[in-house]
């Protein structure tokens, strides 16, 4: 497996590992890790292309953001070996400052479903090594697929043990992130627990606005030795939420932009710039830059399952302004307004023939927020438009707690809802992030009728890897208040059946034949860099049901074959 070490450590290759390195080569790992202090990273994998990143750093005054530095090459090698004794790609790449010396390529001409090797050299020296893995054939049915699941990792709120936990794992073939990858908050605003304390401090020192300032956050973030593990062990599939703007963006503003800030869709369009320099995925399913800002896409993975990653911020429309912030319900009929969308509507189409193609057997869909009803005093949809020809007064699917998910869009969900329903279609699992907990939960057609209206797909939701869930706001211990609000909205949701207010980790999907299942693994202190993992709980659907049970075998327990 895959050997790593601290914080923009370079691994270079021996031809007998039990020797200790020689004073020249140290010198080597050393200069390695100046130029490449980022780390690397892969994505997107194809079944005969994967995505290669990394950031070199040719002089000291080429810091990320600096606009500084010459224009550079920088050669890169993919093998079968970990000793790149066998190179079956190599080739060079030239970086500067217009792209904030990041680099970027997609390798082709590999083989499905195979693990490779890749490093990149400049100046005689070497990164770090990086492990990828390319998806399996079109055609192929592999025996299983396993995903870490992660979302929401606020650097200012603790450190990212849960990236730890992924990095010491050998048995993924992907992590999926769901968004909130990085954080826009200035020093002193929105860090660890109720008194917002600072494990560790944004870089820059201040709410991020220009492309400078968002090239620096995405660098920071970087430097993190937990995640450059997790980056250098698998490649990664990711989509954004909001963070990576800011705050409950939509198509034309966000809650956290304010006019002293300058025009939005510009501070958007610098946030969009920086992303896609920094982060390994195809934007507009290339890998060069400002050829356009689609994230949405697909990624096939033989005939087991396919995963599509949803951009819920971009083209949605603005929030309902509700009377009282979120917990509390929301009463406004605007959110079941046709006119509104969280998707956008070639997003729309896109998502429903995604949903709708044959080959794949588990349709998994990257969803930045959660799609199931999370709702007070549902009623039944044959009474709802009885009741609102007299008073014109309830939202289509009760009265949201959340706004900012698709309780705040049903329109959109129930155009989704009726999109399999009307074509019997099975085995769509709706992968969430955003809300900081942990839940497990069936998606039904009809939220006040179930569950005699059947359901239409599943749904789980990942925690945080540290950003403050309502224990933390609430200052109060864990399962002391989270427990009567957890409750509360159980009662209210038959249809939900795991909900964990307090946690913070990372999950892990399996996917076979018969079904798929979800582990939950928590931290204990975020702000102590070696805190403990445990596992917590395991859902999983059976394939065709569109159900959610408990077990008590989590993957790590399972004998091969076993499900």
Request: glycine letters at 8%.
């Amino acid at each position: 497996m895959l050997a790593t070490g601290s914080a923009g450590a370079a691994l270079t290759s021996l031809a007998a590992p039990s020797t200790a390195p020689s004073e020249a080569a140290t010198v080597r790992q050393r200069a390695g890790a100046r130029f490449f202090r980022h780390g690397v990273a892969s994505g997107d994998p194809l079944p005969s292309t994967v995505l290669l990143w990394t950031r070199v750093t040719p002089t000291t005054a080429s810091t990320p953001g600096s606009g500084k530095g010459p224009r550079v090459q920088v050669t890169w090698e993919v093998s079968t070996r970990k000793d790149f004794r066998t190179v079956v790609r190599r080739g060079t790449f030239a970086t500067g400052p217009s792209r904030d010396h990041t680099v970027k390529l997609d390798v082709s001409g590999l083989k499905p479903a195979t693990w490779y090797y890749y490093r990149f050299g400049f100046r005689g020296t070497h990164s770090r090594t990086g492990r990828t893995r390319t998806a399996p054939a079109a055609g192929a049915t592999p025996t299983n697929l396993r995903f870490g699941v992660v979302s929401c990792a606020n650097w200012q709120a603790g450190f990212f043990a849960a990236y730890r936990g992924l990095a010491r794992r050998d048995d993924l073939h992907a992590v999926l992130h769901l968004g909130d990858y990085l954080y826009e908050y200035a020093p002193g605003d929105y860090g660890l627990g109720q008194a917002e304390v600072d494990v560790r401090r944004h870089v820059p020192a201040r709410e991020i606005v220009s492309l400078a300032d968002y090239r620096q956050r995405h660098a920071q973030y970087k430097t993190d030795p937990d995640l450059q593990d997790a980056h250098a062990k698998f490649p990664w599939i990711i989509t954004w939420d909001d963070h990576e703007v800011t705050n409950d963006q939509y198509v034309t503003g966000a809650e956290n932009h304010q006019p002293d800030e300058g025009d939005y869709r510009r501070r958007r369009a610098r946030a969009h710039r920086a992303y896609d320099e920094w982060m390994p995925v195809r934007m507009d399913g290339t890998t060069s830059l400002s050829d356009g800002t689609r994230l949405y896409r697909r990624l096939t993975f033989g005939r087991l399952a396919e995963i599509s990653m949803l951009d819920l911020r971009t083209y949605r429309s603005k929030q309902v302004e509700t009377a009282f912030p979120t917990p509390v319900p929301a009463a406004e009929a605007e959110v079941s307004d046709a006119d509104r969308t969280i998707t956008g509507d070639a997003q729309m189409r896109w998502l429903k023939e995604s949903l709708a193609r044959p080959r794949s057997f588990w349709k998994v869909i990257g969803n930045p927020v959660m799609i199931t009803p999370v709702t007070f005093a549902q009623v039944p949809a044959d009474l709802l438009g009885a009741i609102n020809d007299v008073t014109g007064l309830l939202p289509d699917d009760g009265f949201p707690y959340n706004v900012d998910q698709w309780d705040g869009y049903t329109a959109d969900r129930r155009e989704v809802l009726r999109h399999i329903e009307d074509r019997h279609l099975q085995n769509a699992v709706f992968v969430t992030g955003d809300i900081h907990s942990g839940w497990a939960a069936e998606v039904p057609y009809d939220a006040g009728n179930y569950p005699l209206g059947g359901t239409g797909a599943v749904e789980f939701v990942c925690s945080s890897v540290t950003s403050n869930n309502l224990k933390d706001i609430t200052g109060t211990p864990p399962r002391t208040t989270s427990v009567a609000v957890e409750t509360a909205i159980l009662a209210n949701n038959r249809h939900i059946k795991y909900l964990d207010f307090d946690s913070h980790g990372f999950s892990v999907l399996d996917l076979n034949a018969k079904r798929a299942q979800m582990d939950w693994f928590v931290i204990g202190d975020r702000a102590d860099k070696d805190t403990s993992i445990t596992w917590s709980r395991s859902f999983i659907t059976i394939s065709a049901t569109n159900r959610v049970k408990e077990t008590d075998v989590p993957l790590h327990r399972q004998k091969p074959g076993q499900s």
